[in-house]
């Protein structure tokens, strides 16, 4: 970090020297401000309103009683959540974790020994996918799964059976769907990481003898695993966060199938008009991401000498 | 080992490689064909007076559909105000990030370390978990259906980002250069506006561009926030449409997706243009 010479004002009074490093912070006020006000306070609220029978319409709307843990208690005890947290973690496992992780790096490998136009077309492809609008990325997606959608017209050419891909298997579909919109973050992540590779490392392996996949196994992936471990952080906030292309594909139904937990956070505020319930499974899912983020800030921290 | 002269590196792929390349170029393809897939719906669907779901050539293209949204109160209107969230939400982040971004580059101080940590811990709580609370203090501190309040709210969400990537820029400019007009005695800010900023033009550029794409894309936060048509953008009137003529309708919420997607479509390549597809990793990988 530059450090201005000369910045120090000649010799004053201590006191005076403190007060002017302090006016120097004066500008990270707004952000400050609008950090504790936006950000800071809807999170406080939220363990504050959780605790309460506040509602979206009616008597309780205004004057939101103290009800203790009532809402933990009905949260703890709802099959919903169970089921909500399950679908939660299958969504992130699969289609984060393995699916965008996996598609992400097996294309930023595959980049590198295709010819450059087809590497640059096909990127133009994965990117187009996660810069659409979300909410047109959700419709395009619901088109893809719907029953007389181009997925079935597909297997049908294929001669194989056409489910109805969004009520028989809703969680495939938004799966499928998340992996569509999202690998290209890790996509790019990879490709960044991969060329930081020094290319004579490879090289000598490559002299020493070692196959395509020994060289990936023992060589680049141990080199690139900060990335992998950012890029692993990163899309499961992501994907933890993911709203719409559910609300959009199947609106957490059918019967809660596919019912993650921003789904049941909004449907429980919103649709059952119960906002102290609502945020309390909106505070579940915020300590979930403050987890994640903190063992993230921790990560960059331990990375950084 | 002694050569004439030291061959460059990246002379080209291996003879192992080029063996790999038909292999490779396959499976690429084919990964990039199922990408596009759903895509091709959107385009098909747009120009086909009948689309259903159904990927098919349309038999006769025509511009119905286009003609069919391109209404003030459909079309027009919606767009304006995604303009006006997203180009709203852009600049409060430039003012205030740029602003916070300057100290926490030219002065080390004790502050720095934990502030942009926190900062960071900011980008990672999962915005639509938050969306339920922040209406409820919306409600209390009555300021539901305010296009500000809801411009600054979605700036506070991009701040955090938006705050490490200029700084990341902040500190590409050399110091040397203000230390000039430091003895001639400019203040801080003075020095701020007239060396540094125009310096990281390109930088505050894909800053603002980033941050708007965001804004323009997002559907959630102006869909809980904003009740009223005449204020909903068109990531929310859209859903309203679907909702309403869904049934029918299914080549003019095409074309309408298109309409809307052009705009974040040509931002972003002018950004990947300048400044390499990795853009928007800039604040968040290298830190």
């Excluded at chain 1, 506040?54 to 089921?83: K, M, S």
């Excluded at chain 1, 969004?166 to 990481?193: D, K």
């Excluded at chain 2, 299914?250 to 309408?256: D, E, P």
Aim: some cysteine; overall charge positive; hydrophobic content about 55%.
């Amino acid at each position: 970090m530059p450090v201005l010479p000369g910045s120090r004002p000649q010799p004053t009074p201590r006191t005076q020297a403190a007060f002017r490093r302090r006016a120097r912070l004066l500008p990270v006020v707004p952000a400050v401000l609008l950090l504790l006000v936006f950000l800071a306070g809807p999170v406080l609220w939220a363990f504050h309103a959780s605790f309460t029978n506040a509602a979206l319409t009616g008597r309780n709307a205004r004057n939101p009683g103290w009800v203790g843990l009532e809402n933990y208690q009905r949260l703890f005890t709802d099959p919903v959540l169970p089921l909500s947290l399950g679908l939660t973690v299958l969504f992130v496992g699969g289609s984060a974790i393995l699916g965008q992780n996996l598609l992400g790096l097996t294309i930023a490998v595959l980049m590198r020994q295709a010819r450059k136009p087809v590497a640059a077309a096909v990127g133009t492809a994965v990117v187009a996918a996660w810069v659409l609008p979300e909410i047109v990325a959700a419709f395009a997606a619901y088109a893809y799964f719907s029953r007389d959608g181009t997925l079935n017209q597909l297997l049908g050419w294929l001669g194989l059976g056409q489910p109805d891909w969004l009520y028989a298997f809703p969680m495939v579909a938004i799966m499928l769907a998340n992996v569509w919109r999202g690998t290209a973050f890790s996509m790019l992540v990879y490709r960044a990481a991969l060329d930081d590779v020094p290319a004579d490392v490879t090289e000598a392996a490559l002299m020493d003898g070692a196959g395509a996949w020994q060289r990936l196994a023992f060589i680049t992936l141990p080199m690139i695993r900060g990335s992998i471990a950012t890029n692993l952080m990163l899309i499961t906030l992501q994907t933890l966060a993911v709203f719409t292309l559910v609300w959009v594909m199947t609106a957490g139904g059918p019967s809660n199938a596919s019912t993650t937990l921003p789904v049941l956070a909004y449907v429980e505020a919103f649709k059952f008009g119960d906002i102290g319930y609502g945020t309390a499974v909106a505070s579940v899912l915020i300590l979930i991401g403050a987890a994640f983020g903190a063992a993230y800030v921790r990560l960059l921290r331990q990375g950084k000498p | 080992m002694t050569t004439a002269a030291p061959a460059p590196r990246h002379l080209g792929p291996s003879p192992g490689q080029r063996r790999a390349r038909l292999p490779a170029d396959a499976a690429l393809l084919l990964i990039g064909a199922c990408f596009l897939l759903p895509l091709l719906w959107l385009v098909f669907a747009s120009l086909d007076a009948g689309a259903g779901h159904q990927t098919r050539v349309p038999g006769k293209v025509s511009l119905d559909n286009f003609a069919a949204v391109m209404t003030p109160g459909l079309l027009f209107q919606p767009l304006w105000n995604s303009l006006v969230l997203s180009a709203g939400t852009a600049a409060v982040n430039l003012v205030v990030a740029v602003l916070a971004a300057y100290p926490l580059s030219r002065y080390r101080s004790r502050f720095n370390g934990p502030f942009l940590y926190a900062v960071l811990f900011g980008t990672c709580l999962p915005i639509t978990a938050i969306m339920v609370p922040v209406y409820g203090l919306f409600v209390q501190l009555e300021l539901l259906d305010s296009m500000p309040a809801t411009v600054f709210f979605m700036a506070t969400t991009t701040l955090p980002m938006a705050i490490w990537m200029t700084k990341n820029f902040m500190d590409g400019v050399p110091v040397s250069l203000e230390e000039a007009a430091w003895v001639d005695g400019a203040s801080a800010m003075v020095a701020l506006r007239t060396i540094v900023l125009p310096l990281m033009r390109q930088g505050l550029g894909v800053v603002f561009i980033f941050v708007f794409i965001q804004a323009w894309g997002n559907f959630f936060v102006p869909f809980v926030l904003l009740l009223s048509e005449a204020r909903q953008p068109a990531a929310v009137s859209i859903f309203s449409f679907f909702g309403q003529h869904g049934a029918v309708a299914y080549g003019q919420l095409a074309a309408f997706s298109i309409l809307y997607s052009v705009p974040v479509l040509a931002l972003y390549v002018i950004v990947a243009r300048g400044a390499g597809s990795s853009f928007a990793l800039s604040g968040a990988v290298k830190g």
